[in-house]
């Protein structure tokens, strides 16, 4: 598995991966320090990757780590993944991979969140 802080350096030709073929189950989570007003989630595929994308996906916002509202749910895509839903606040945000691939892993090469 990759470095988790890959997925938000900046640069597009490093990424965070989950390390083996896509899982209903595995998920990946970033604290923002503090609550936050948001509205999108984007993920980014770079390099050769560009199946690496989510199969389907939760999103769940959270203000305590604990308890996770559902938010979006859908599928990825190449190169982007766009995540829309009602602008909220939250401290958390959580992407669960709800779908299988027996072929590609899940990779981040960047993760924007958008107010």
């Keep these: 598995m990759d470095s988790v802080a890959k997925a ?3 640069d597009i030709t490093t ?3 989950n390390g083996h073929p896509q899982a209903s189950g595995d998920w990946f989570k970033v604290d923002l320090g503090s609550s936050q ?3 999108q989630v984007l993920l980014y595929l770079g390099g050769t990757d ?5 199969v389907s ?3 769940g916002l959270s203000a305590d780590d604990t308890t ?4 979006a749910t859908g599928s990825g895509s190449e190169p982007t993944t766009p995540i829309c839903f009602t602008r909220q606040s939250a401290r958390y945000v959580k992407i669960t991979q709800t ?3 027996p072929m590609n892993w ?4 960047e993760i924007a969140i958008v107010p």
Excluded at 50 to 54: A, E, G, M, N
Aim: hydrophobic share 40%; net charge negative.
């Design 99 to 101: 779908g299988t691939s």
């Design 57 to 59: 996906y939760s999103l």
């Design 68 to 71: 996770y509202t559902t938010v």
């Design 106 to 109: 899940w990779a981040i090469y």
């Design 37 to 39: 007003m948001i509205s």
């Design 50 to 54: 560009v199946t690496d994308f989510p």
């Design 8 to 10: 938000y350096d900046g």
């Design 15 to 17: 990424r965070w991966a």
